[in-house]
């Protein structure tokens, strides 16, 4: 079946523009993860959603990153005024319902903040 | 709170040698273990994953990895390395409240001819 899908797969912006990026889930997934991969700060977790329950948000760098999960699937990841440390490849992950089910990664966006 | 360390941002090993990646972690409760493998411009891809069940674990494309309580490591092995196994490896753990990743910084394996 399909994987988890990411778009766009390149951005490029200038500082202090906002920037939304997508992920479509695998189809049925329940749980949806947040991550960053930059050269400075290596994988880290930004936000996660588990159904209907509040995101944990714990991994959000500033008040500048938001995201929500429309309907139980889709994602958008919200950077508002982006700063040049923001360019990373921002990866999302989704995992079905069980506490050992894998996390399958989408591509990824690779954002540059000019 | 928890974390990974991976010994040796870069390894290189020559075709058909054995491949050795070293991960160690720390956790507070018991965890839950992964190795996932990242070709260059593409996303993660796991190898395996370790949930409590058997402490040896086999993966993908010939990859196994062996959980130590008493030593806190989940060191990631291949008998014969292959061309194609050049990528860069992390290593994760895991301990509940939702799953999140915590990652290592990452090994670049390098197979040589």
């Known amino acids: 079946g399909a994987g988890v899908s990411q778009s766009p797969s390149n951005k490029v912006t200038e500082k202090g523009k906002d920037v939304e990026l997508r992920c479509d889930p695998i189809?049925?997934?329940?749980?949806l993860y947040w991550y960053r991969q930059s050269l400075g700060q290596g994988l880290e977790f930004l936000i996660y959603?588990?159904?209907?329950?509040?995101?944990?948000k714990s991994g959000l760098p500033s008040d500048r990153f938001s995201a929500e999960r429309t309907g139980g699937s889709v994602s958008t990841l919200t950077i508002q005024r982006t700063q040049q440390e923001d360019s990373a490849v921002y990866l999302c992950?989704?995992?079905?319902?069980?506490?050992?089910?894998?996390?399958?990664f989408g591509p990824g966006t690779r954002l540059t903040v000019l | 709170a928890q974390s990974v360390t991976q010994l040796g941002s870069h390894v290189s090993v020559s075709e058909g040698a054995l491949v050795l990646l070293r991960c160690n972690y720390s956790?507070?409760?018991?965890?839950?273990l992964f190795w996932y493998v990242q070709y260059p411009n593409q996303g993660l891809q796991l190898l395996l994953k370790y949930t409590s069940a058997a402490t040896l674990v086999k993966g993908i494309n010939g990859f196994e990895a062996e959980f130590k309580k008493s030593e806190t490591s989940f060191h990631l092995t291949k008998p014969s390395a292959h061309m194609s196994d050049a990528a860069e490896y992390f290593c994760?753990?895991?301990?509940?409240?939702?799953?999140?990743?915590?990652f290592g910084t990452g090994t670049q394996l390098k197979v040589e001819l």
């Open positions: 992950a989704s995992r079905g319902r069980g506490s050992t089910d894998t996390q399958y």
């Open positions: 956790s507070s409760v018991p965890p839950y």
């Open positions: 994760a753990v895991s301990t509940g409240g939702g799953n999140k990743l915590t």
């Open positions: 189809s049925g997934h329940t749980a």
């Open positions: 959603f588990q159904g209907n329950s509040a995101p944990d």
